[in-house]
């Protein structure tokens, strides 16, 4: 009866950081509540991504045992490492070039000689996303194996 009620909870936790953003954001206090909901609903999707393999529960849901065969917790956590690779990759390489680019800018406005310095700079930010791009799909060609 709660393999029903998995993915309703599943849901409801992603819609409470959209409830808490709805309301306007003026304060500080708010910012943080929001902060603080978006990180419990992160950490609650996780942990039901978590028991639904462990538990055989999409196998028992579906009533093929086909299921339960392609899914495993292994195969389950190795997608989710790739998707953390990609995700923080990327977020890594947009602080760099938000710190970079500006300056950069700035620095060819001073002087346009300057330009092929500041490019290397900023591609080198945008470098970061491309290796954890690498890394995801050698994560994922060997999740198969």
Request: aromatic residues 6%.
């Amino acid at each position: 009866m709660i393999i029903y009620f998995l993915p309703l909870i599943a849901v409801a936790l992603l819609c409470v950081p959209f409830i808490l953003m709805a309301k306007k954001l003026k304060t500080g206090k708010g910012c943080k509540r929001a902060f603080l909901g978006n990180l419990c609903s992160f950490a609650g999707i996780m942990l039901i991504a978590l028991i639904l393999p462990i538990g055989d529960l999409i196998g028992y849901a579906a009533g093929e045992e086909g299921v339960t065969a392609a899914l495993s917790t292994g195969a389950g956590l190795g997608y989710l490492a790739a998707a953390l690779a990609v995700g923080l990759a990327c977020i890594g390489s947009g602080i760099a070039v938000a710190a970079g680019a500006p300056a950069a800018i700035g620095a060819v406005s001073e002087d346009p000689k300057a330009f092929v310095k500041a490019l290397i700079f900023v591609v080198l930010g945008e470098g970061i996303a491309l290796y954890g791009l690498l890394i995801s799909i050698l994560i994922i060609s060997n999740i198969s194996k």
